[in-house]
């Protein structure tokens, strides 16, 4: 533990206020000890292990030999509120370039990446619009915006994704049809998109072919990287927006097979 942290309050050592510390901690440091728990909360090893294992089947953080992550893996997605914290300076610069793809008057479909959050953050800039989501983020932020009439899409609520998927989900987009879909996923290579769970490849695969037009939105840190499965080919996108992290030699890759722009970080 960093010794400019505060020693944790008495609070602390009651469970949901020492299982909070211990998800804000993880989230901050991206990992972190059963040791370095011990310390932060104040309690027995044996406790520490036992909140663990209870945030890990929550879906808040991914337990490993010795310790807790919050960092995804090729089989396990990080959690929805680390997602959050991450990558933001390139999600912002992927989400002004989107914008201008966004059509007033239109349609859209965004999924429950927080790349997609950063364009949904933008969208009052364009309206009127109508959104479709599944995404309860974006379902916050999109209430409050009079220009947009707003379809929620619902389900089974996913602690790790804070999004909305399963049947119910898919059985609602498939009634829609949309002007564009913007979806975002864990990871590519210069040919194919990938994500590390099944139930969300076939809520994506819903969401695109619901679409008139789909917009890829990935940052630099996805690629070249492989998950589980595979969601669909790159050339099975209109659009893809990367920022300017992403290696030159994958973006000319990439240009063989869908049309990229180049999002710049700080943009005249």
């Known amino acids: 533990m960093n010794s400019s942290d505060p020693a944790p309050p008495r609070a602390a050592r009651t469970r949901a206020a020492r299982q909070q510390r211990i998800v804000e901690h993880v989230l901050a440091q991206h990992s972190a000890s059963a040791a370095e728990l011990v310390e932060l909360t104040g309690v027995s090893l044996m406790t520490v292990h036992r909140d663990v294992d209870e945030l890990a089947r929550r879906g ?45 008057g239109s349609s859209i479909m965004v999924d429950d990446s927080t790349t997609a959050l950063a364009l949904v953050r933008r969208l009052e800039e364009v309206g009127p619009l109508t959104v479709v989501t599944n995404y309860l983020p974006a379902l916050e932020m999109l209430k409050e915006m009079s220009e947009v009439r707003l379809i929620a899409l619902g389900g089974e609520h996913s602690r790790t994704h804070d999004s909305f998927n399963g049947i119910a989900c898919m059985e609602s987009i498939a009634a829609m049809s949309v002007d564009a879909a913007f979806v975002s996923t864990s990871s590519m290579t210069g040919s194919m998109t990938y994500h590390q769970e099944q139930e969300v490849v076939l809520v994506k695969r819903a969401m695109l072919e619901s679409a008139a037009r789909t917009v890829l939105l990935m940052d630099g840190s996805k690629a070249p990287r492989r998950a589980l499965h595979q969601l669909l080919p790159l050339d099975r996108f209109d659009d893809l927006v990367v920022d300017e992290q992403m290696a030159e030699p994958l973006v000319v890759e990439m240009r063989e097979h869908v049309r990229v722009t180049v999002a710049p970080q700080h943009p005249e």
Do not use: D
């Open 60 to 104: 808040l953080v991914r337990k490993f030999r010795g310790g807790v992550s919050a960092q995804p893996t090729s089989v396990f997605e990080s959690h929805s509120e680390y997602r959050r914290t991450v990558r933001l300076a390139e999600k912002n610069a992927i989400a002004a370039a989107a914008l201008a793809m966004v059509e007033p």
